[in-house]
């Protein structure tokens, strides 16, 4: 089962510092806790078994482990757990993999954890086609009965986790970093929602911070998790693509949308498909490959974007110039469509475009308005 920190201190201890252990290396570690599922059983192992699985240093510092400061704001609404492949609460699909995590942080409802589960990733910095994308198909998905996986990155990730919420569902976030660092740090609220209504999961030893290695490992987790992996929008090269091939290594399906020849952010969709990714061109196509229910015929709530302008400096911007670009992403639209999109007066969209392009933030092009990267 589970454990739960916050209740004995000793267990907590050691359990921290198993899972250090994993910097030695995360199969070793995996086939140690595969023989011994607890600290105490890797205590108690002698002989033969414990020479074979290396074990003399590790019993060491489990037998006499080094004072660990455990935040205290670990423990609470959403107290912190740590599962292993031996636990019934590790996800069964992510159990399969040959290279999954030795052990999980978890925060949250921990059952959602063995549901039927969608991945959805994609870019950072989405266009407005592909917020509106990420959008509804997340939400259907939640409305099928399916929990959304995805990384808690800025642009797809957090808008697909959001629309799953909102559509009165469920989802995991799957962070590159410690369970105690939440990163992207602006994301900390939508962190602490999906604590309440979802799961929060990480399978690096607590203070680890973001490193550019934990999110190709991250993005394994985040695909192993399902049976399939659908890419909403991606460039090329991208770490969205890396997900994708490593669903493809798991032996999972990727489910790819389509996007234009000129649509730079869709080049990492196209390449997908000319690999042989499925193509899907609508909600009823991806509940058709995944074998789900139609969702209710109730439309879903509307989701309006973060108030995010990607590479931008944003400090000297207001709300409005803010949420503007933010919806423009790497896209072209014409004031009439971001107008209606934000449910603006035409005179106050005008304004806020006015002020960007003096700003030089963005331009005027055939067929509207297009940020300046």
Known sequence: MAHQFGLNQIADTRWLTLTRAVEKSARWLDAVLQACPSPEAILGCAGEPAKVLALEGLQRALDKPAPIDFPSGLIGDSPLCLITPQDPEYPPLLRECP?????????????????????????????LEGRRAAKEFAGAAAASGLVVVSGLALGIDGIAHDAALTAGGSTVAVLPSGMDRIYPARHQRLAERVMAEGVLVSEFPLGTPPRKHHFHRRNRTLSGFSEATLVVEAGRPSGTLITASAAADQGRDVLVLPWSIYHREGAGCRYLLEDGAVLVQSVETMREHLGVPTAPSASLPQVHPPA???????????????????LLGSGTHGADTLSAYLNWDINRCLA???????????????????AIA
Request: hydrophobic share 40%; proline share 6%.
């Open 308 to 326: 995010s302008a990607g590479s931008f400096s944003v400090s000297t911007l207001d709300a409005d110039q803010q949420a503007m670009l933010a």
């Open 99 to 127: 290279d999954r995590p030795p052990f999980l942080f978890c925060r949250g409802v921990l059952p959602y954890l063995g549901a039927a589960t969608l991945s959805i990733v994609g870019t950072r910095k989405p266009s």
């Open 352 to 370: 806020c475009l006015t002020a960007l392009e003096v700003s030089g933030r963005i331009q005027r092009v055939s067929g509207g308005y297009t």
